[in-house]
């Protein structure tokens, strides 16, 4: 199997102090563009939610419940029955 690696290019020489400042000033600004790109992607992972109405509320409520019931039979019957891997003694 062949992994291509990326290339790597040539270091640049700089001979003078403005080149490295330039340099500089060309880095900081990649760095606040990127900055932007990733504040904007994650400022549009959280949006808020709309407001909900009673019955939405109370639907969630119910199906949250739900998740979390059926999460803890789950994990009881994986115990009961795999216990061992978590240290547990199996009972006779």
């Known amino acids: 199997m062949h992994i291509d690696l990326p290339i790597q ?24 563009e990127d900055n932007r790109q990733f504040t904007t992607l ?23 419940s739900v998740t979390a019931i059926d999460a803890f039979l789950l994990i009881r019957k994986l115990t009961k029955n795999y216990g061992f891997l978590f240290g547990h003694k199996k009972k006779k």
């Not at 290019?9 to 606040?32: D, G, M, V, W």
């Not at 994650?42 to 949250?64: C, H, M, R, T």
């Open 42 to 64: 994650k400022n549009s992972l959280f949006v808020p939610q709309k407001d909900s109405s009673k019955g939405e509320w109370i639907a969630s409520i119910i199906s949250n």
């Open 9 to 32: 290019q040539p270091k640049k020489q700089y001979n003078t102090l403005e080149e490295i400042q330039q340099r500089k000033a060309e880095i900081l600004s990649q760095i606040h």
